[in-house]
């Protein structure tokens, strides 16, 4: 038997068994200048045969990553020059390759001239440290850089005679840039010799389209960038040649095209050469190459613009591998499609799929990640499974025997997340802690070293990341404050830290402290960040970083954002905020269509409510959410199992529908599973779940429409609980009805009440709220008082005792709002900052652990709130910039950041933000 078979695919060679080398290097000038567009050919050594093929970036460098490059002796030719100094191939010095660690190849050739000039500040200032990158004219190519003096001089050389232009940018703006001479391109012909291009006056100005300033998540793929905006489309920049940017055509675009015919994706995910969206019904398109069935439409042929996967109707998550696709399934499967050469989709077998089949063995799975030849999926109880290539032990299990079946990462039990690169793979656990396996060439682990590791080994120095990311032989991370964290290969820029120097442990990304999501491609990485904008860095040569111009950056270039969230109401697992427009916008769990964007798929990040533009409130209960309208009618969507939407049926919704008899309405307050209005006259009507007698109408029998509260007629204020209705009335005192078995009416009994009964000692509240049996009331002075259920030390008085009439909270004399979640509480303090106690097991305390408290605590990081809202195991505030912020519980996304872990201290929400 042949100990390693060769296969051509699309004209290239590669090696199925062989293990892989890297070769890199840098083609430069005598002068040191790197000389952009060089070919870098490899040939064998005993033969002139062409291997491998490419060309040097804008600084020179070139890597040979995978390719049919597999240890032995090869021969180089860079330009018209053979390594090291040889004019032919005969004559030229053989290059040993090995699998140890990467070979370089380095040159130098004669430049044909330079270009140099002057670059001045509008007030005439020597404008110094402004990149200065020369490109070539017929073709838009960027094939050199350099950067201006102090006193503004720069000299560039081109590397062969032609015509360039010269486009400048400023080091401390990525997005402001302009054309040598002036806003109007100049041609500078070079022959021999030096072309002296004169003073330009450097000014800013964005004349390309920025990436999208209202997106949602961001996929950096082989050579392209997606992102999802909040309207449901897509938009792609960089590499074209597959039609992976789904606009139809094959040009490059190096600004953001909007993909034809998707308006309704709630998930992107980009391949090497091909991009899938995750549709609203759970459908997955997909567009680009299809030389390996990677569009899963049962055909091999390419498409430029979406085409639906074949039999996929349950998604609800995908991702994309070199030359597949895999996506998650409703019940826990996960099928996949597409190259199958290393048995990466898992059937069994290494037979191409052009149509999904189903991964053996796999019906629990969480999350899902596709490596170039490898998968691996997260189980519901936190373990891990991978399959697929295995050459450099990316499965994790130990071996690099490649397996076309799922196969167990030993030693991982507490895994959120995981991700997936070229050769490697890594997790993030639990605890904040990062764990990666597989090919380490470039340090892409994290673990200080390039040796490769076959089994999980910990990333060095990151004990608080909510999100990791796997480029080709990069990988990057986001901590719970937003800070943003890369390691590996950096020959593009890819760290993102200024450099191009590779580093075995993490690095910090300059100047992005406020990422919540993030996605590594080869050799750039993209991140959200909390205005919605995106920012890109690393390489650039096909305007994969969306900044209008093919050029690497090793810093982020950034779009613009939006800001105008005026309220938050946290629910069961999911959270709404009221926009300034009068639109809502919703994200977490949609599993009843409580996000009311007419799905029921769960969202990460916010999406904007149908039909709903005059909203002047919003509250949100277990499974569903109302919004109080402009002219005093509420609407309600989402889970309707007890008339809990007040329409008069039991219907779940996933769009507003209106609740009957409401005209007056002045405020509405959801509960677990029942609904209240305050109207105009002080009176309060409820609606849905009745049997703890919640509505307050005198029984204890569920309505599908809205019924009057018995006694009520000077309401200023009202609150829902779990089971429990209060209201505040007009002169500061407290009534309540409904379920009292922890004494959360506040009347001194535990004997629950179909009607309102007084809340005892209570004459002079503020403001009222009320948790899942507990109630709390601001009183004059800023004191806190809080009464029912304390297990776990909600009520704040420094016990765990349950009290059936109201105590005081410890240590709160400041306080101008509470907010009741479930077992937990918290208060605005005058100045802006926020406390909380209670419960804390998912973080909702946000005091950065998970230690409860039966005294106030602060919340960490927060001042200049103006409003907060506590769910289920979760909080949010409105922050005077109108930027909203979330911590707690997040399995479903209702901190509004992906991925989904929790967050013990407050993250950013994508899409509000200054």
Not at 760 to 784: K, Y
């Amino acid at each position: 038997m042949l100990a390693s078979i060769i296969f051509v695919v699309a004209g290239v060679l590669t090696a199925c068994d062989a293990t892989p080398v890297m070769l890199q290097g840098t083609v430069a000038t005598p002068g040191g200048n790197g000389l952009g567009g060089v070919a870098v050919e490899v040939y064998r050594d005993t033969s002139p045969t062409l291997v491998a093929r490419t060309e040097t970036d804008i600084l020179g460098r070139y890597t040979f990553h995978e390719s049919a490059l597999t240890a032995g002796s090869y021969r180089v030719r860079l330009g018209d020059k053979w390594w090291p100094n040889a004019t032919s191939w005969a004559t030229a010095q053989t290059l040993q390759l090995t699998t140890s660690s990467p070979t370089n190849a380095d040159a130098q050739l004669a430049a044909a001239g330079f270009l140099s000039g002057t670059v001045v500040n509008a007030d005439g200032t020597p404008a110094g440290n402004v990149i200065v990158a020369v490109i070539d004219s017929t073709n838009s190519t960027a094939v050199a850089t350099g950067s201006t003096e102090l006193d503004g001089s720069f000299q560039v050389e081109a590397s062969s005679p032609g015509t360039y232009r010269i486009v400048i940018l400023p080091a401390d703006d990525g997005d402001a840039w302009n054309y040598l001479g002036g806003p109007v391109p100049t041609d500078f012909t070079v022959t021999s010799g030096d072309v002296r291009t004169g003073t330009t006056v450097l000014t800013t100005g964005l004349p390309y389209a920025a990436p999208p300033p209202d997106a949602v998540s961001v996929d950096a793929g082989g050579y392209h960038t997606c992102a999802l905006r909040s309207n449901g489309t897509v938009s792609c920049w960089g590499a074209n040649l597959s039609g992976q940017l789904g606009h139809s055509g094959s040009n490059d675009s190096a600004t953001p095209l909007t993909v034809i015919g998707i308006s309704d994706a709630t998930a992107v995910t980009a391949g090497t050469d091909h991009t899938c969206a995750l549709r609203s019904g759970g459908t997955v398109s997909c567009w680009g190459n299809n030389e390996t069935g990677a569009l899963g439409n049962g055909t091999p042929e390419g498409s430029s613009v979406p085409t639906e996967v074949t039999g996929l109707a349950n998604a609800i998550s995908i991702t994309a591998g070199n030359g597949h696709t895999c996506a998650l399934r409703s019940n826990g499967t996960v099928a996949c499609w597409g190259d199958n050469t290393f048995g990466e989709l898992g059937d069994g077998t290494t037979t191409l799929r052009t149509a999904p089949v189903t991964v053996v063995g796999l019906t629990d799975a969480v999350a899902v990640a596709a490596g170039a030849w490898h998968t691996c999926a997260l189980r519901s109880g936190g373990s891990l499974v991978c399959w697929g290539r295995n050459l450099s032990g990316q499965l994790g299990d130990g071996t690099t025997t490649g397996s076309m079946v799922p196969v167990p990462v030993p030693g991982l039990s507490n895994v959120e997340d995981l991700t997936a690169g070229d050769l490697h793979t890594c997790a993030l656990l639990s605890t904040g802690e990062l764990s990666c396996w597989g090919n380490n060439w470039n340090g892409q682990l994290g673990n200080g070293t390039q040796v490769d590791a076959h089994s999980p080994v910990a990333v060095t120095g990151i004990t608080d990341a909510v999100s990791v990311t796997a480029g080709s032989y990069h990988t990057c991370a986001i901590s719970e404050e937003g800070a943003t964290y890369c390691w590996g290969a950096n020959d593009q820029g890819q760290l993102g830290n200024g450099t191009t120097a590779k580093s075995p442990t993490p690095v910090a990304v300059t100047g992005v402290g406020d990422a919540s999501f993030i996605s590594a491609g080869a050799s750039h990485t993209c991140a959200v960040r909390s205005g919605a904008t995106i920012s890109c860095w690393g390489a650039g040569y096909y305007g994969q970083l969306g900044n209008g111009i093919s050029i690497n950056s090793p810093t982020p270039v950034s779009g613009t954002g939006i800001d105008d969230g005026t309220s938050v109401v946290a629910g069961g697992n999911h959270t709404c905020a009221l926009r300034a427009g009068g639109t809502v916008s919703c994200w977490g769990y949609n599993s009843s269509g409580q996000l009311g964007n007419g799905s029921m798929t769960d969202s990460t990040a916010p999406v904007t409510v149908t039909a709903l533009g005059d909203a002047t409130a919003v509250t949100t209960g277990l499974e569903h959410s109302c919004a109080l309208r402009a002219g005093g009618s509420i609407s309600c969507w989402g889970n309707n199992d007890f008339g809990t939407l007040g329409n008069n049926s039991t219907t779940d919704s996933s769009t507003p529908v209106t609740v009957l008899g409401i005209s007056n309405a002045s405020a509405v307050q959801a509960g677990r599973s029942h609904t209240c209005a305050l109207r105009t006259d002080g009176t309060v009507s409820c609606w849905g779940v009745g049997t703890s007698g919640q509505l307050g109408n005198g029984s204890k029998t569920n309505s599908k429409t809205p019924v009057e509260v018995v006694g009520i007629d000077d309401a200023v204020a009202i609150t829902a609980g779990g089971a429990h209705t209060c209201a505040l009335r007009a002169g500061g005192s407290v009534a309540c009805w409904g379920y009292n078995a922890f004494g959360g009416l506040g009347n001194g009994s535990t004997t629950s009440s179909p009607t309102p009964v007084p809340v005892t000692g209570i004459e002079d509240a503020v403001s009222i709220d009320a948790g899942a049996h507990h109630t709390c009331a601001v009183r004059p002075g800023g004191l806190v008082s809080c009464w029912g259920s304390n297990l776990n030390g909600q009520l704040g008085d420094g016990y765990r005792t349950d009290s059936h009439s109201p105590v005081q909270v410890s240590g709160v004399a400041d306080a101008t709002a509470v907010s009741a979640g479930e077992s937990f509480t918290c208060a605005v303090r005058t100045g802006g900052a926020v406390s909380c106690w209670g419960h804390n097991g998912f973080g909702q305390l946000g005091n950065a652990s998970t230690n409860s408290s039966s005294t106030p605590v602060d919340v960490t990081g927060l001042d200049g709130v103006t409003r907060l809202s506590a769910g289920n195991a979760h909080a949010c505030v409105v922050r005077s910039d109108s930027s909203i912020a979330c911590w707690g519980a997040n399995r479903h996304g209702q901190l509004g950041v992906p991925p989904i872990t929790r967050s013990t201290t407050p993250v950013p929400v994508v899409g509000f933000g200054a």
